[in-house]
């Protein structure tokens, strides 16, 4: 595998990492030399073909299923990483979520419920089991949360979105300074419009898409694998002096007034 291999002899787990921007961020943590395991949930096909293509080139990945919103399951998800991977996990990427736009008036509690279980709940589930694991075996660590430039910008109709990606915001900063003592760093990457089936009505809908993309200063949508370089970065030592911060991948949409 050609690559700088700036996470050689890492371990590294990715929620949600059979599609989108999770598929690009295991592939990028592979190449850089990391074992990866893949995060998912329902039809397994999709990550097993990515932990064949990973292992093909002579990277080290495994695939384990569980919901991040369920507790019990979570717990056993780290506990096969760390009896997989031979170790505790010391770069988590919790990037699992879902959206689905409802008017406020509209919006049944089921659905308010179900986001902010998968966004919000289940990163602070693996956050507290990384964390727990690192603590434990006296290893440093990172802990990356895959946050949303809706941490900052409000949107109609995703009000629940939004409070979960705000509440990820804070939630990292303060366990950040909890955390910084045991030499584990946490920090939020903030994606802005980017190319991935959460964005498909976006992606489909030609009129949508070129009415966003004139509003952001880098005139296009961002790729999955500009998301996933930067997480890679933040998880790696040239990233050791940042903690607490959040980093967007956005071509600038947050410095647009409409937008913020």
């Known amino acids: ?29 592979a190449t850089d030399g990391a074992a990866v395991v893949v995060n998912f949930i329902g039809g397994r096909e999709p990550a097993d073909d990515l932990v064949g293509q990973i292992r093909e080139v002579g990277g080290s990945a495994v695939a384990i299923e569980a919901d991040v919103a ?4 979570v717990i056993a998800m780290f506990r096969q990483a760390r009896e997989r991977l031979g170790g505790p996990v010391d770069v988590l990427v919790n990037n699992a979520g879902v959206e689905q736009p409802f008017r406020l008036v509209d919006m049944p509690l089921d ?35 895959v946050s949303s430039v809706h941490e900052l910008i409000p949107w109609p109709e995703f009000s629940h979105y939004c409070a979960s990606k705000g509440g990820m915001k804070l939630f990292g900063q303060t366990i950040s300074r909890e955390l910084a003592p045991h030499g584990i760093r946490v920090v939020q990457v903030a994606p802005g419009a980017i190319l ?45 002096y940042i903690t607490g911060s959040t980093v967007f991948v956005d071509g600038g949409m947050t410095l647009y007034p409409r937008f913020v």
Not at 70 to 73: G, R, T, W
């Open 1 to 29: 595998m050609t690559s700088i291999r700036r996470l050689e002899g890492r371990r590294a787990l990715v929620t949600g990492g059979a599609s989108g921007i999770g598929r690009a961020t295991v592939q990028r943590l």
């Open 70 to 73: 369920d507790e019990q399951q």
């Open 111 to 145: 659905e308010w419920n179900k986001v902010l279980a998968i966004n919000l709940t289940g990163a602070f589930l693996c956050a507290r089991e990384a964390a727990r694991g690192l603590i434990e075996s006296g290893s440093r660590g990172v802990i990356v949360n």
């Open 196 to 240: 991935t089936p959460i964005n498909h009505e976006l992606i489909e809908n030609p009129d949508k898409r070129r009415e966003v993309e004139a509003q952001i200063p880098s005139g296009r949508m961002g790729t999955p694998e500009e998301v996933a370089g930067a997480i890679a970065w933040l998880a790696g030592e040239e990233a050791e």
